[in-house]
């Protein structure tokens, strides 16, 4: 989770100049960053921001297959000669590998709303309680006939929800994944929004004390395994066309269509 890794950068690399630093990208290779020093490490959805001292801000999207790795400096890992390494920035003391991204961009601090301006507000902002979940419910009631699965995976809508947290909110609320959005009556879109958030939040506390191998799943990843409310077996599903489908983890007796989260009814 996007939200642990800033964290974890973070902690490794806030505050301490920086004796290392490579970013192996065709438009970032030329960039100077060692002697820099790391103000904060932060998530807006998918997005991760490292942000330097000279009022600069390396931008990294991790896509399917990226990650990033913390090492401790001098130690073998800490090398780097792996040709999918695309990002090292180290301190005396820790070392960090961009693996596989996906996305990186050495960008003016200044210019971060811009690069995230067509983004919706992030799930698990500290806003989103507030502003942030009314701001996502306006949105996602322009939605119309698409699939919750679908715009749940659309980050223009609510940015943070992946395919984990897509499927384990809308199990969470009995709701059958391909409802159209637009049906969800005011209540409906706040209670799916808020069950996201919830969840993603718990996530992130889970992950930090024991490890996202702890997080439960009820859903995501089970199928063929006894729903854990009515034991019928997790089905897989897919949301969005071809080349974007994603797979939608579900139980079809407790995510049957109409049941779940409240929905328009006609005056």
Known sequence: MLRLTAQ?????????????????????????????TVLSCESYGKHLLTRFDDGRTLHTHLRMEGSWRVERTG????????????????????TCLGLRLGMLDLLRTHDEARLL???????????????????????????????????????RVVAGFGTIWMAETLFTLRCHPWTPAGSLDAEGRRRLLGTGHRLLSRSVDIGRTRGLGEV???????????????????????????????????????QAPGRGVEVSRPA
Do not use: K, M
């Open 216 to 254: 439960p799943r009820a859903v995501h990843g089970r199928l063929g395994s006894p729903c854990r409310r009515c034991r019928t077996p997790v089905e897989v599903g897919q949301a969005n066309e071809p080349p974007y489908e994603r797979p939608v983890f579900w139980c079809p007796t407790c």
């Open 117 to 155: 301006s067509h983004l919706g507000p992030d799930v698990l902002g500290a806003d989103f309680p507030t502003s942030g979940i009314a701001e996502g419910e306006r949105r996602l009631a322009e939605q119309g006939t698409r699939p919750l699965c679908d715009v749940l995976l659309d980050q």
């Open 75 to 94: 130690s073998v890992a800490a090398a780097a000669r792996a040709p999918h390494v695309r990002a090292v920035l180290a301190t005396e003391r820790w």
């Open 8 to 36: 974890r950068l973070d902690q490794a690399l806030r505050g301490a100049p920086l004796v290392r630093a490579e970013l192996r990208w065709p438009t970032a290779a030329a960039a100077d960053l060692v002697g820099r």
